[in-house]
């Protein structure tokens, strides 16, 4: 039995490239919703969200002889996930009326606790301020973070996933985060 969830990736990447078909059903549970998260955060649709995240695992099948045994699954995955992503995002600049815009991302539920209903309803409309401002990231540095702070990805993790060096991942972080910093100055002041 693997004894982490890396383990078990890559045994099931080693089914899949011997002919288990159904290894791919084991990392679609495991890791279908991670990945709609994902790319709901970068495209702010969760229908996108989940055509993207079938493309996804579409192109791991296809690819899964590709896969290298001695790197994380979770890498790999998120790294096909932004070429997936970046490619949607230059379809959508070169058609740009045949998208809606989004209204509204649904965020995850707050933690629970003994906090009052108020109190959720400021989580909620921070949460809320806090994925619009993300959303209006230029594309490469929203990856960044979306890949560090939802996905928990090291920033070697993230270089490798969108192929570039550590230090353009603590740049573009660093360069983010003072972005957001300043749009969300004023809505995440305490009341």
């Not at 279908?32 to 099948?61: C, K, V």
């Not at 740009?96 to 649904?106: G, N, Q, S, V």
């Not at 209006?136 to 192929?163: F, N």
């Amino acid at each position: 039995m693997p004894s982490s969830r890396d383990d078990l990736d890559s045994e099931l990447m080693r089914a899949l490239a011997d002919g288990d078909d159904l290894a791919l059903n084991s990392l679609m549970e495991a890791w279908t919703g991670p990945l709609i998260a994902f790319f709901t955060r970068l495209t702010g649709d969760r229908a996108i969200a989940s055509d993207l995240a079938q493309e996804t695992f579409m192109r791991i099948y296809r690819h899964r002889f590709r896969f290298r045994q001695n790197e994380r699954f979770s890498t790999w995955l998120f790294a096909i996930g932004a070429n997936i992503a970046r490619n949607h995002a230059r379809w959508r600049n070169r058609h740009p009326e045949t998208l809606l815009a989004h209204e509204e991302i649904r965020e995850l539920p707050p933690a629970t606790g003994e906090a009052s209903p108020d109190e959720h309803v400021v989580l909620r409309e921070r949460q809320a301020a806090v994925q619009r401002a993300v959303s209006t990231l230029p594309h490469d540095l929203r990856e960044v973070v979306v890949l560090a702070t939802w996905h928990g990805l090291s920033h070697a993790e993230i270089g490798k996933a969108l192929q570039i060096s550590t230090k353009a991942v603590e740049t573009r972080l660093y360069r983010a985060r003072k972005i957001l910093r300043d749009l969300l100055a004023k809505t995440l002041e305490a009341p």
